[in-house]
């Protein structure tokens, strides 16, 4: 999770959501490493919440 003291932004998803949705994302095996799925996640989230 992103380090923002104790604040949640509102279009993060939290550790136990993280939890649940992590284990569904497939690990790539060849190729150049992808960023960090949660960052990626939390973006698309953002645009769905925020309408942009």
Partial sequence: MVD???VIR??????HEWEL???L????VRGRPRVEDRQI?????YKIRTGI
Wanted: without cysteine.
């Fill in 4 to 6: 923002h003291g104790d």
């Fill in 10 to 15: 509102r279009h993060e998803l939290t550790d």
């Fill in 21 to 23: 949705l992590g284990p």
């Fill in 25 to 28: 994302i497939p690990r790539a």
């Fill in 41 to 45: 996640i939390n973006g698309m989230v």
